[in-house]
């Protein structure tokens, strides 16, 4: 049984940074993308980035490029996403997600969840 959690979130003023974590556990994960939604309110889930688990190669939504960075400790089987220069609009629940194909960009790639870690920016 595979468990992802998050933490990190919180409130930050725009502008400011702030650095989410995922601890996964329960197998081994070579092969696997992890990676980051979000979902803010009255939208849809949305992806943020991607890792590969076994490379390290990272995929970012627009919106994050040049902002955020992903990244992993295989020795801790943790996955991160420090986000700098934080905007109002990337206020949203933030979840960390993993995927056994190693795609991982639509929810429907999405093998299992993390429970979700809030992120709020004030302007």
């Known amino acids: 049984q595979v468990q992802l959690v998050e933490s990190g979130g919180g409130l930050v003023q725009a502008g400011g940074s702030l650095r989410l974590s995922c601890a996964a556990s329960g197998r081994t994960f070579d092969g696997y993308a992890m990676g980051w939604f979000r979902q803010a309110p009255g939208k849809a889930r949305e992806f943020v980035a991607r890792i590969s688990w076994s490379t390290g190669s990272t995929y970012y939504e627009d919106s994050a490029k040049g902002r955020f960075t992903i990244s992993r400790d295989n020795a801790e089987n943790t996955v991160y996403l420090q986000m700098n220069s934080l905007k109002p609009q990337d206020t949203a629940v933030y979840y960390c997600?993993?995927?056994?194909?190693?795609?991982?960009?639509?929810?429907?790639?999405?093998?299992?969840w993390g429970q979700g870690t809030q992120v709020t920016v004030s302007s």
């Open positions: 997600a993993a995927a056994a194909s190693g795609r991982l960009y639509y929810i429907f790639e999405v093998d299992w």
